[in-house]
């Protein structure tokens, strides 16, 4: 049977990663790890689809500048984001003259992203390529779940949408930590219909993805210093972790995290935690790369979550399929610098 | 400077192609080129998105079928759609037990596709890989112009989304026809507005690509036998070919062609032609395909075209960024099988 693990060959080197976090992300736990933080979620745009197209775009070019790159030294940007038609994305790549390339799996398109890059840089026909992605709080809400203006009740299963952009750039030459291996997920769909219930919707997905990285390369959990899901919340990590127990697979703190438990403080607002296509991406590039970079980690298993639901499934009433795909991140011995 | 065009080292082929053509489609010019044909488009399902999924579900069975492969001898499905969140896509996956990667270019989304599983089989990580998409213009129209219950009056400028799903399997050991070389678009956007003028909007990216690959490679137009790109229409192709002439590229009938011209027959409905996802796919697979099999053409540069446009974005009065991607497809000296 053919696997869904691939383990490079190539150095595939993160260059440099960026991060705008908008105004209640800023003011989370990871805050002061964010490169850009924002006072307004809107900022005299029109409407917050070009919002989240603007920070797009902003983030990438804070990216380039810190690696100081120019757009004709990138092969390709590969991104893409929770709207429909990827607006956010397709929009910031109107301004930059780099080959694009759309990948889509809702929340964990910036994984996705990864993945591709990964593979193209490893057939060797790629040096340096972007990915990128963004999620805004009021571009989301109102496409899955209900217009702000309706002021509906949150129920406690719900997650808070991030909002935020984040870029990294991955290359061949310069760089300390590298894609080691990745699993690419496959659509997993239990039932579930509840839109303010994504942790139960992605659970499945996540765990199946997990297992099949382990066991493709005969490895346990511990192999990895931290392995960090995309976004299932708090509830939602606790039923992975419950599940994956059940294969014999112990996923205790502080082995396991979740990125949408760590990107805000609990309170009743943001619910179970952070979502959205930037939750993972913020996490990934503010935090887990920083500590992986300090040393505090080593290797890192990192398995952002996807579900894929639509408003137009929604109001049919039909289950919400989902997605994960796994990312084994790892300092490398010497600095490749 | 970095090239967008990538020429594979490895023999990548196509192993067969499948495709499923709605009623309008079946009536039309390549009727009997299809696969399979379709006499109703809702074959009693709930809805039109439902039905789309089926059908591309569907379309990636009966290639599993006519090429004798299961489905734990696929590396990865490959594909996307033109609904949000690539619903048709993403709902069809989930019946189907195979890693999945989600691809967005629009109507180019199948070019896309291939593209990525080119790269992943130059990789070395692959040796199988289908490439799906889907369309349907029930499921299109109601998103990106109007609800059809409103019986609007189309304009003369306005295409025909296709209603119908298509599949490819690549791989590197059976087939004649090979994946010679890509180029990866870039977004362009000059302006317009029109959701109902997709041909004008998709020109200046089709040019775009076009004369990147060309360049590139140092070929002139006549290299190929055919040019066809995705879904200009019959204005949006005229006017690429004179756009074409002034940077002294000779786009002439019988060399130039545009999938979206020749599926319908010409009518009043349908105005300038087909779109949509399954517009360049489906006269790819049933028309393009066979032709270079029966040797009428050896080299084909296929160039599908997409506006990456959205109903928020329309609503918003935005104006319409568009990409096109480019693949050289070549019938090799020797049979692989």
Redo the contacts between chains.
Sequence with gaps: ??S?T?VF?KRILIADVASIAGPKEAQGPLGKYFDKTLDDDLLGQ??Y??FESKIHRCVIGYLLNKTKTRC?????CIG?D??????AT??A??E???????????CASYG?SI??AS??I????S??IICSTSSHFSTAER?FRFPLELSSQRPPSSQWTVTGAAALMLNTLKGKIRVESVT??????LGIKDSTNMGAAMVPAALCTLSAHLSALNRNPSYYDLIITGDLGVAGSELLRICAKKQQLNLNIPLYSDCGCIIFDSDKDSGQGGSGAACSALVFNAYVFKKLLDKTYKRVLFIPTGS??????CL?R?SI?A?AHAIAFERIQRGGE
Tied chains: 1, 2.
């Excluded at 004709?72 to 390709?76: A, I, K, P, S």
């Excluded at 929770?82 to 607006?87: I, K």
Aim: proline residues 3%; without cysteine; glycine residues 6%.
């Design positions: 049977m053919i869904q691939i060959k029109k409407s689809e070009i004709d030294e990138l092969n390709f893409g929770l709207n429909n038609e990827l607006y397709s929009f790549m109107r930059l003259d780099i080959p694009f390339i759309g990948a889509f799996a809702a996705l993945i591709i593979l193209f490893e057939s060797g026909h040096q340096k496409q690419i997920g496959k659509v997993v769909d894929l639901l639509s408003k137009t499934s049919q039909q399929p997605i």
